[in-house]
């Protein structure tokens, strides 16, 4: 009950943050491992003699949830969504080994750190977010994409170009931009180059 409840508390969160995984993912998740390693200490410490090793099993969870999260892993144009979903699913199998274990104080603590962490400091991320900052972005595109077109597409997103450099191959195009504006928009700005069949590439520094 205790790994449903903590599982179910951080699954709701991300049901409210409209994640992949959401409310019941994490309940079997962490139901899942606190029953997994639960089994594996009694087999292993059973009456008379020690037959095995209480980790063996817990050391295959962790293993096991390392496929779940890569699911939900995605990585389209530049752009890699699903690290904190993936970070989520593995700390919330470790609450379920932790309880368990029969180390229930350490589950509840962790569990309320996590809820902190997910809920939290989501708004405190998302205003870092905005603050503004100055990044070097280097845009490869077609030969003879026009200038005023690329930059005219950055500005219109809020951000600013301080200063460029072009450089004309055979068989590119690369612009080398200062650019300042929200952090936010950055990504903004990779997406709707992304979506030009002109653009080869981007890469911020």
């Not at 199998?93 to 509840?108: D, Q, R």
């Amino acid at each position: 009950m205790l790994a449903v409840f903590l599982g179910g508390a951080i699954g709701l969160e991300r049901e409210i943050a409209g994640k992949p995984a959401g409310l019941r993912t994490n309940i079997l998740i962490c139901l899942g491992s606190a029953l997994l390693t639960d089994v594996s200490m009694r087999l292993a410490l059973a009456p008379g003699a020690r037959i095995a090793d209480p980790a063996r099993l817990a050391a295959q969870i962790v293993t096991g949830v390392g496929f779940l999260g890569a699911g939900t892993i995605m990585q389209a144009k530049g752009k890699i969504t699903g690290l904190t979903t993936a970070a989520t699913i593995w700390v919330v199998a470790a609450i379920g080994i932790t309880v368990g274990a029969g180390l229930y104080f350490e589950a509840i603590g962790a569990g309320v750190l996590v809820a902190i962490v997910l809920g939290g400091l989501g708004k405190l991320e998302h205003r870092a977010r905005r603050a503004r900052r100055s990044v070097r972005m280097v845009i490869r595109t077609a030969p003879g994409v026009p200038q005023d077109e690329i930059l005219d597409l950055i500005e219109h997103q809020g951000i600013r170009v301080q200063g460029q450099k072009i450089y004309d191959h055979r068989d590119d195009r690369v612009f080398e931009l200062r650019l300042v504006g929200p952090a936010r928009q950055y990504d903004v700005v990779r997406q709707a180059l992304g979506r030009r069949p002109d653009v080869l590439g981007t890469s911020v520094y």
